[in-house]
Antibody, heavy 120, light 112 residues
Framework: EVQLVESGGGVVRPGESLRLSCVAS????????MNWVRQSVGKGLEWVAG????????DYTDSVKGRFTISRDNAKNSLYLQMNSLSAEDTALYYC?????????????WGQGTLVTVSP | DIVMTQTPLSLSATPGQPASISCRSS???????????LFWYLQKPGQSPQLLVY???NRFSGVPDRFSGSGSGTDFTLRISRVEAEDVGVYYC?????????FGQGTRLEIK
């Protein structure tokens, strides 16, 4: 059974940093690209970042470029999202999602999410 | 950026009756390799999203065959042949031909 467990969310002040983690199990982690997708309370889905199977290619939505960094450790079956210079607009539930492909094209399995709140 | 527009934004369906959701993209989703990168998701109340359909018309593992996807280029449709109570939630289309990948606004399905 595919499992994705996120952690690292919390309440931070504007300008601070946070590192999200996601531990994967139940599948061969290095075979799949991975994604971070966020959802503000009561709002829709926003793709944030993606990373290919070997970490060689990453990409981001424009609003987080230069502030967020996605990375992975295939030896630890883990995905990360380093978030710097956080603002209120980053407040959301952050989902770790496995990709259907080796690239980052289509999340198929999603974790339960970790909540990030940015508040003064 | 590619804009994904779903209609309707809310839908009230009768159990056993069909329902459909449309999704239009601001640019073609046909990739040079022949794949069309349009996907459908369902987020049931209180749950994480789940993949229903990939590449326009392919049902993901475990998805009931009452769900079907169709379309090409910029116009796509998700159909439910016979709505069941467990189908309630918010349906999203998503494109991944261009970064940033983008979702539609979501269509909320309720049961009459």
């Amino acid at each position: 059974e595919v499992q994705l467990v996120e952690s690292g969310g919390g309440v931070v002040r504007p300008g601070e940093s946070l590192r999200l983690s996601c531990v994967a199990s139940g599948f061969t982690f290095p075979d799949h690209g991975m994604n971070w997708v966020r959802q503000s309370v009561g709002k829709g889905l926003e793709w944030v970042a993606g990373i290919v199977w070997n970490g060689g290619t990453t990409d981001y939505t424009d609003s987080v470029k230069g502030r967020f960094t996605i990375s992975r450790d295939n030896a630890k079956n883990s995905l990360y999202l380093q978030m710097n210079s956080l603002s209120a607009e980053d407040t959301a539930l952050y989902y770790c999602a496995r990709d259907y492909y080796g690239l980052f094209l289509a999340p198929d399995y999603w974790g339960q999410g970790t909540l990030v709140t940015v508040s003064p | 950026d590619i804009v994904m527009t779903q209609t309707p934004l809310s839908l009230s369906a009768t159990p056993g009756q069909p329902a459909s959701i449309s999704c239009r993209s601001s640019q073609s989703l046909l990739h040079s390799d022949g794949k069309t990168l349009l996907f459908w998701y369902l987020q049931k109340p209180g749950q994480s999203p789940q993949l229903l359909v990939y590449e326009v018309s392919n049902r993901f593992s475990g998805v009931p065959d009452r769900f079907s996807g169709s379309g090409s280029g910029t116009d796509f449709t998700l159909r439910i042949s016979r709505v069941e109570a467990e189908d309630v939630g918010v349906y999203y289309c998503m494109q991944s031909i261009q970064v940033p990948h983008s979702f539609g606004q979501g269509t909320r399905l309720e049961i009459k």
